[in-house]
């Protein structure tokens, strides 16, 4: 039988879970919607639609941030589901200028340039790698 302790364990793990779909099913839409107007205003010669959703996430997780960790306004539940939920379907740039921003924070200089610099580079090289594989495939 399970007693409410064991009950409330439950509930805070659904909810955790929950809110992470909720915050990624709404990043995601988000990220669509507003890249879509972004090239349909601004035309697709240049990624302007990915280049506004990049800056507007990394805008918005700075806010939640602080909002976090300076205001202490966001719990557990409501980090999960904006800053990891949304803010991670929208763009993945957002969180690795977070994880860089905190580096920095900590001293640790040299690391956040090389988390920035890797996550480009390696990326973008990892990325072309794929592609041509995908290619000879």
């Known amino acids: 039988m399970m007693t409410p302790a064991d009950a409330w364990r439950v509930f805070l793990f659904m909810s955790k879970w929950l809110s ?3 915050g990624t099913l709404a ?3 988000a990220r669509y919607v507003l890249a879509g107007a972004v090239y349909q205003a601004a035309g697709a010669r240049f990624p302007y639609g990915t280049l506004a959703v990049n800056l507007a996430g990394c805008f918005l997780i700075g806010v939640l941030n602080s909002l976090a960790e300076a205001k202490f306004l966001l719990g557990p539940n409501a980090r999960v589901l904006l800053m ?3 803010c991670g379907a929208f763009t993945t740039l957002s969180t690795l200028m977070l994880e860089t921003s905190n580096l920095m924070k900590n001293g640790e200089s040299l690391r956040a340039l090389a988390n920035a610099a890797a996550s480009i580079v390696l990326g973008f ?3 072309r790698l794929g592609e041509f594989l995908g290619e000879v495939l």
Do not use: D, H, K, Y
Request: proline share 0%; no cysteine; net charge neutral.
């Open 84 to 86: 990891t939920g949304f």
């Open 20 to 22: 992470l779909a909720v």
């Open 125 to 127: 090289l990892l990325f």
């Open 27 to 29: 990043g995601g839409i």
